[in-house]
Nanobody
Framework: QVQALESEGGVAQPRGSLRRSCTASGFTNRYYTTAWFRQAPGKEREGIACIDVSDSSTEYADSVNGRFIITNDHAKNTVYLEMNNLKPEDPGLYYC?????????????????WGRGTQITVSS
């Protein structure tokens, strides 16, 4: 079955950086879209970045644009989220999700396959 597996969570200081990966498996589509979402306690899940692996086109939420970078290693079916200049509002449970219809979107309803989530902490 289709799976999306995030790398382990991490801790960084304010203004620090973290890089996390998401590996997709269980399908034969060469082209698809992978997105990262996050959810802080008491808040709704927020789509923050997505990438169409066919052409590496990307979309970012305003909250992370200019700080986070999403990239793709097509040969490894792995997408990376590089988080820079981390802020106090960035901590939460980060999920990756896969859309096999190749629609670039930050809407969680467009994604059928989800990872279990990985905790990101920002603390001095």
């Amino acid at each position: 079955q289709v799976q999306a597996l995030e790398s382990e969570g991490g801790v960084a200081q304010p203004r620090g950086s973290l890089r996390r990966s998401c590996t997709a498996s269980g399908f034969t589509n060469r082209y698809y879209t992978t997105a990262w979402f996050r959810q802080a306690p008491g808040k709704e899940r927020e789509g923050i970045a997505c990438i169409d692996v066919s052409d590496s086109s990307t979309e970012y939420a305003d909250s992370v644009n200019g700080r986070f970078i999403i990239t793709n290693d097509h040969a490894k079916n792995t997408v990376y989220l590089e988080m820079n200049n981390l802020k106090p509002e960035d901590p939460g449970l980060y999920y990756c999700a896969v859309n096999l219809l190749q629609d670039l979107s930050l809407n969680s309803k467009e994604y059928d396959y989800w990872g279990r989530g990985t905790q990101i902490t920002v603390s001095s």
